[in-house]
């Protein structure tokens, strides 16, 4: 392939180190990249996500890789709507990195030595009601902004704590100032946190393969499509925040060989603040069944109580 492509991103430092990765790796395997940055409406306002929407950060981006703008757009998978947009194929899942969320608290505390009536920022209802449920008495306040304005508010004593997804501090080279890599028992991550999605043209067969054949790995793939597959059914049935995680694990099948197993835990949190928890295994091969089966089982035990407004992230 001779032609020069053109890799769409978001200005933020955090997708401008994203693209930065996926263009190393393309150049890596011989091809010409050039990066365009492509202004969205959500890095234009600092309204709550909840209130401008989802897709804020990415319709912009699909808009300019599907009129030719550009060849090649990278978001953050947990950014993108579920539903998926038939002008674009989603030609890669690059490996993902840890999909944990982190503290970074003032004083080097972990979230268990926060004092009572501590001010921890999140912008996330999905963090919020897991924050609350810990029963800490912590005083969640919201926040929003880039990774390094939230991470300033508690260096410039504003805020005792924010919570954010490790992927994302990692990316820029900060894991220094994280005080707490948080367990998913404690704070389940956004369906596909840590992921990346790299999305061509549908009828781009060259770029499409290429992406793939340089890129796509077929665990985290897996992983993503289980948590998204989850949150799509569940969204169709509720608008309470959902947090998913899944872990590819070994098994033995029935003749004793090793398999691939896709193991997906699940929550919700309803208005009222209770949380619904589920799991799941099933195979590798069958992510998004599984992921429609854990959403059934969980809008069966939360019923009428996930009704909290839409939140994502
Ligand atoms: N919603 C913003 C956003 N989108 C992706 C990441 C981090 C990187 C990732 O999850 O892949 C973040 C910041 C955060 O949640 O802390």
Same mark, same amino acid.
Request: charged letters at 20%; one cysteine or more.
């Given at each position: 392939m001779n032609r020069t492509l053109r890799?769409?991103?978001?200005?933020?430092?955090?997708?401008?180190?994203? /693209?930065?990765?996926?263009?190393?790796?393309?150049?890596?395997?011989?091809?010409?990249?050039?990066?365009?940055?492509?202004?969205?409406?959500?890095?234009?306002?600092?309204?709550?996500?909840?209130?401008?929407?989802?897709?804020?950060? /990415?319709?912009?981006?699909?808009?300019?890789?599907?009129?030719?703008?550009?060849?090649?757009?990278?978001?953050?998978?947990?950014d993108l709507p579920t539903a998926p947009d038939p002008r674009l194929s989603l030609a890669a899942v690059p490996p993902r990195e840890d999909p944990r969320d982190a503290l970074v608290a003032r004083d080097g505390l972990t979230?268990?030595?926060?004092?009572?009536?501590?001010?921890?920022? /999140?912008?996330?209802?999905r963090r919020a009601a897991q924050l609350e449920a810990l029963g800490l008495g912590l005083d969640v306040v919201p926040l929003r902004g880039n990774v390094d304005s939230r991470i300033r508010r508690v260096a410039d004593g504003e805020l005792d704590a924010v919570v954010l997804a490790r992927a994302g501090i990692f990316r820029l080279g900060r894991t220094a100032e994280i005080t707490e890599t948080l367990e998913p028992i404690q704070m389940l991550p956004a369906p596909a946190q840590g992921a990346l999605a790299v999305e061509c043209r549908v009828d781009d067969v060259d770029t499409e393969h290429l992406l793939q054949s340089t890129l796509d790995d077929s665990a985290s793939r897996a992983a993503v499509a289980a948590e998204r597959a989850m949150l799509a059914a569940?969204?169709?049935?509720?608008?309470?925040?959902?947090?998913?995680?899944?872990?590819?694990?070994? %098994?033995? %099948?029935?003749?004793g060989a090793v398999v691939l197993r896709l193991s997906l835990r699940g929550v919700v949190a309803a208005a009222d603040g209770d949380l619904f928890r589920a799991s799941a295994t099933g195979d590798l091969t069958a992510a998004e069944e599984l992921g429609r089966?854990?959403?059934a089982e969980l809008l069966d035990l939360s019923g009428s109580a996930a009704v909290r407004p839409a939140g994502r992230s």
């Open positions: 890799i769409g991103t978001r200005g933020s430092a955090l997708a401008l180190a994203q /693209t930065g990765h996926v263009a190393d790796a393309l150049r890596a395997a011989g091809a010409e990249i050039e990066i365009v940055t492509v202004s969205t409406p959500g890095d234009r306002s600092s309204a709550p996500i909840a209130e401008i929407g989802i897709g804020v950060f /990415t319709s912009a981006l699909r808009d300019a890789l599907a009129d030719g703008e550009v060849d090649i757009a990278v978001h953050s998978y947990k979230l268990g030595e926060l004092p009572a009536g501590a001010k921890v920022g /999140t912008g996330s209802p569940l969204e169709a049935g509720c608008s309470a925040p959902v947090g998913a995680l899944a872990d590819v694990v070994e %098994d033995l %099948d029935d003749n089966a854990l959403a």
